[in-house]
T-cell receptor, first 109, second 114 residues
Framework: AQRVTQPEKLLSVFKGAPVELKCNYSYSGSPELFWYVQYSRQRLQLLLRHISRESIKGFTADLNKGETSFHLKKPFAQEEDSAMYYCALTSGSARQLTFGSGTQLTVLP | KAGVTQTPRYLIKTRGQQVTLSCSPISGHRSVSWYQQTPGQGLQFLFEYFSETQRNKGNFPGRFSGRQFSNSRSEMNVSTLELGDSALYLC?????????????FGPGTRLTVL
């Protein structure tokens, strides 16, 4: 079975500080990893995905297969980054998204 | 392109009733998935449809069912509602449902069961 763990339910950082949202997964094959974000009163939307290897809004995420992690990072947090962040996984054998429990990020002024 | 739309946005029902939720995917998308979001369980997969066929099903009781029409629009039905069915129901569409496809989410339908 595939599982995604986000150990931090809440995370607060000051504006301009670096931020790292942790994501660990368990899956024996080759999964595809995603980060989704939900801003207040908005729908869930894709932030970035591993296969694209692109940086969105200054966020990056590196897949570490040895540690089975896909942590989300941004060097300088902005107040508009405050949102709920979900790490998610799919695989060839289970096409549905398996989500972590989410991390509520608050960027303080 | 217009995004994924879901109707209605809010619903209030009583225990024992049934409910039907509707989802219109992005034009050209053939895969529609449904998810349940609750504070306790988070986001959980219900089922996925592609070309009017259910391809994948999550671990939910048979009271939860769905279907997809030839225009890719989808409906989900919950019969004999229970208090625990109160949740935000999200629909997502993707082009082909391949596991690397991006899924685009609708705004959700907030179901409250009294």
């Amino acid at each position: 079975a595939q599982r995604v763990t986000q150990p931090e339910k809440l995370l607060s950082v000051f504006k301009g500080a670096p931020v790292e949202l942790k994501c660990n997964y368990s899956y024996s094959g080759s999964p595809e990893l995603f980060w989704y974000v939900q801003y207040s009163r908005q729908r869930l939307q894709l932030l970035l995905r591993h296969i694209s290897r692109e940086s969105i809004k200054g966020f990056t995420a590196d897949l570490n297969k040895g540690e089975t992690s896909f942590h989300l990072k941004k060097p300088f947090a902005q107040e508009e980054d405050s949102a709920m962040y979900y790490c998610a996984l799919t695989s060839g054998s289970a096409r549905q998204l398996t989500f972590g429990s989410g991390t509520q990020l608050t960027v303080l002024p | 392109k217009a995004g994924v739309t879901q109707t209605p946005r809010y619903l209030i029902k009583t225990r024992g009733q049934q409910v039907t939720l509707s989802c219109s995917p992005i034009s050209g998308h053939r895969s529609v998935s449904w998810y349940q979001q609750t504070p306790g369980q988070g986001l959980q997969f219900l089922f996925e449809y592609f070309s009017e066929t259910q391809r994948n099903k999550g671990n939910f009781p048979g009271r939860f069912s769905g279907r997809q029409f030839s225009n890719s629009r989808s409906e989900m039905n919950v019969s004999t509602l229970e208090l625990g069915d109160s949740a935000l129901y999200l629909c997502a569409s993707s082009e082909s449902g391949y596991y690397t496809d991006t899924q685009y989410f609708g705004p959700g339908t907030r179901l409250t069961v009294l």
